[in-house]
């Protein structure tokens, strides 16, 4: 099947640096591709909708001056947690549609743990 | 996306069928149902989808009841290594939707 990744698994920084999460389809295009977060004992919450190159498009909440993305090919999309602080510290998790995929199913990464201290 | 209602959690015996139901009465006509798991600290797992006829891969079984305003996903035999969250999304198949997570049903595998 498809494979995602993302680059680091788990992260640990200080209050007030930017942090920048990699995510990349491995065997496959996507013109689209998702971030979420995940909150301990909580669902995953969908951030924003990145695509291939355009603007993305940010859900109701979520500052997006402050989880900067960009999705320069068909297989990266990065996720930049700026002046993080300890309230940002989640799991977060990304995911690509296959492009042109019969089943249009969703491939997920296997999250990133950032702790801000 | 239509919404959907899972119990929060379920116990099953290990070794036992695990059935895992979901209500969607909203859902519209064009809306398949899809559900994914999560193994703690994992991203979401595919597990399958279908639209209104009963569906089976190597990972599990969908049944839906024929008005499609319910489901049923089955495993077979459970084994410790399914526990974990299971998500029922309703959505239409196209390239750019989106997936939105309920808080889905907490399965417990218990020995």
């Known amino acids: 099947g498809a494979v995602v990744s993302q680059h680091p698994s788990w992260v640990i920084c200080k209050s007030g640096t930017s942090v920048k999460i990699e995510c990349r389809s491995l065997?496959?295009?996507?013109?689209?591709m998702f971030w979420y977060r995940q909150f301990p004992k909580q669902s995953l919450m969908l951030m924003a909708t990145?695509?291939?190159?355009?603007?993305?498009?940010?859900e109701q909440g979520v500052e997006k001056d402050k989880f900067l993305i960009n999705h320069a090919s068909l297989t990266l999309s990065t996720l930049t947690v700026t002046s993080a602080h300890p309230e940002d510290s989640s799991f977060y998790i990304c995911?690509?549609?296959?492009?042109?995929?019969?089943?249009?199913?969703?491939?997920f990464g296997p999250g990133t743990r950032l702790t801000v201290l | 996306d239509a919404k959907t209602t899972q119990p929060p959690s379920m116990d099953c015996a290990e070794g036992r069928a695990a059935n895992l139901p979901c209500n969607h009465s909203?859902?519209?006509?064009?809306?398949?149902v899809y559900w994914y798991r999560q193994i703690h600290s994992q991203g979401p797992q595919y597990i399958i989808h279908?639209?209104?006829n009963n569906e089976t891969n190597e990972m599990a079984s969908l049944i839906i009841t024929e008005d499609r305003k319910s489901s049923t996903l089955i495993l077979p035999h459970a084994t410790l290594r399914d526990t974990a969250v299971y998500y029922c999304?309703?959505?239409?198949?196209?390239?750019?939707?989106?997936?939105?997570f309920g808080p889905g049903t907490s399965l417990s595998v218990i020995p």
């Open positions: 990145s695509n291939e190159g355009s603007k993305a498009t940010y």
């Open positions: 909203t859902i519209s006509g064009n809306e398949y």
């Open positions: 999304i309703v959505r239409v198949k196209t390239s750019y939707d989106k997936v939105i």
């Open positions: 279908g639209l209104k």
């Open positions: 065997d496959f295009q996507a013109t689209t």
């Open positions: 995911s690509a549609n296959l492009a042109g995929g019969r089943t249009n199913e969703q491939f």
